[in-house]
């Protein structure tokens, strides 16, 4: 399996590329601010041809270039329909100061072709297997993508791509239009803790980590494995 990912010009989102192969089909992963350029750097040197733009969740950070990126090859963008909304509206997932920044003038359009995520989904994409594990709290249609890591850089048994539930070291805001803290919390207990300890972690801001890694360092699962609650200070990364 083939992994690639950069960071966008913005907010230092994670965009990944996963295919099984070179010359194969690919699936693309939260396209964010200013990726087009590095994304067709990235399809063109490993030869790829993308079959569908998975959404993580539907923060602008990580949806911004998902209509020209569907709309160049005529391929299907998958959100959760909790998120859906942001899609059509996605000034609504904005902090105030940034909602300010933008000035209400977002150069953005949805994409053609949406298609709607359900929790404990198998979508078969581009040769790949992926299950889907609806994770709301960073927003209400969050999600986990998780597939089978052998055969990549990593050679673990399964590979999650974690959107804004799950950073190295930390979790994503709950602060926002659509999160919530005790729905977080609940994804933290019935989605995360239970994944294997070699699950290599692939964040939508950040490093790489592992869950095992996590469960013995990060502050919110170490809380949640032992009350069910998380005490540290609510996190603020992300829009």
Sequence with gaps: MLVA??????FGTNCYVVATGPGEQCVVVDPGIGVIDRL????AEHRLHPAAVLLTHGHLDHTFSVAPVCGARGVT??????DRELLADPAKGLSMDLRGLFGGRLPYSEPDDVAELTDGATLSLAGLEITVDHAPG?????????LPGAGSQWEAEQVCLSGDVLFAGSIGRTD?????MPRMLTSLRDKILPLADDTVVLPGHGPATTIGRERASNPYLIEVAASGDARPAAPTRGL
């Design 5 to 10: 990912s950069f960071p966008a010009d913005a």
């Design 176 to 180: 926002l239009w659509g999160g919530s």
């Design 138 to 146: 960073h927003t209400g249609g969050s999600v986990l993508f998780r």
């Design 40 to 43: 067709d750097a990235v399809l």
């Design 77 to 82: 963008a998958y959100v959760h329909p909790e």
